[in-house]
């Protein structure tokens, strides 16, 4: 099961107790689902929940059936409609829409004027049209309508744009944009993604999502502190070579005796450690000398001339 199918599962458990909050869940998923028009009503999913989730829901809001549903035992993608014109008459009515003469989609505002309403209208429309990617992975959520797409899509442009300001007025700042003959609200914050389904009863799901944030930003913070280790080391191994090489030199050319004796100290003193750091050489330096110091007298070690006679 994907994260975005589990994250269903958890909402279609809520139950909308209040006859407005399941009229508004309705809403949301009729603005949202494959086809909502005079003819016929039809939603297709592949949540088998949210496909024994429909019928009790109309029941509650209409008071009424689907006329068709999906076999029992069925897999895959499953199917519910409505086509009688009376059925179809009455929901049109319940959102104050006419059926006949309703060429495009509007939000009836008046149907979700309670906040509980309005997180039911959100919930629905997730259901209908909604996908959420693993946060695992990465964080991206959008609604989609047919009417316009958190991934919320809907093909409905109108629809689309009223449930932004719906999200708006709920806190959220989801962003806009067009895909495939669709229009989508989308959220890409963890934070913000979490709130959402907090906000429309998948309190499991807002916990998976910030849980998997903590776990990324500590294997970051992990992750960032070895490559700083590790730089440091080859920087310390770098300079190590450099004043070695450079230790080399002037014993073949003028023997270590010719180095004052405070840069002999620092030179034996490399020889016996070839991969200390600074730090560590200065710790074991007799007498002792700061870091500052050492890496003073290993800088005229690395230009080291004798003076001519």
């Known amino acids: 099961m994907s994260f975005s199918s589990r994250a269903k599962a958890e909402l279609c458990q809520a139950r ?11 809403y949301g998923v009729l603005l949202y689902c494959n086809t909502f028009s005079a003819n016929e ?3 297709i999913t592949a949540s088998p929940e949210f496909a024994a989730r429909l019928p009790k829901l109309f029941r509650k809001a209409f008071g009424m059936s689907f006329d068709r549903l999906p076999p ?4 895959g993608k499953r199917t519910l409609s409505i086509t009688d014109a009376d059925k179809l008459s009455a929901i049109f009515d319940a ?3 006419d059926r006949g003469a309703t060429l495009s989609h509007h939000i009836n505002f008046g149907v979700i004027e309670e906040d509980c309403c309005r997180a039911s209208f959100i919930r629905g ?6 996908s959420v990617t693993d946060p695992a992975k990465r964080y991206h959520m959008e609604l989609a309508t047919t009417h316009y797409h958190l991934e919320l899509a809907t093909s409905h442009r109108s629809v689309s744009r009223e449930a932004y300001s719906i999200l708006l007025d709920m806190g959220f700042s989801p962003k806009e944009t067009e895909r495939a003959g669709n229009s989508l609200l989308y959220f890409k914050q963890a934070d913000a993604i979490a709130d959402f389904f907090t906000t429309i009863g998948a309190s499991g799901t807002a916990m998976d999502i910030m ?4 776990e990324k930003e ?4 992990v992750t960032r502190q070895i490559n700083c280790d590790s730089h440091n080391a080859d920087k310390t191994v770098a300079a190590a070579q450099e004043q070695m090489n450079a230790i080399r030199r002037i014993a073949k050319d003028y023997g270590l005796d010719a180095l004052p004796e405070p840069l002999k100290d620092a030179a034996l003193l490399r020889i016996a450690n070839p991969e200390a750091s600074l730090a560590d050489l200065a710790t074991l330096s007799y007498p002792p000398v700061t ?14 001339k004798p003076e001519k006679e």
């Open 16 to 26: 909308p107790d209040r006859k407005c909050c399941a009229v508004a869940e309705s």
């Open 41 to 43: 009503i039809r939603v």
């Open 211 to 214: 849980t998997a944030k903590v």
């Open 95 to 97: 959102f104050g829409a």
């Open 218 to 221: 500590m294997r970051n913070t």
């Open 291 to 304: 870091k500052s110091c050492l890496n003073h007298r290993f800088k005229k070690i690395m230009g080291f």
């Open 72 to 75: 029992e035992g069925a897999e």
């Open 125 to 130: 429309a997730f259901l209908a049209g909604g």
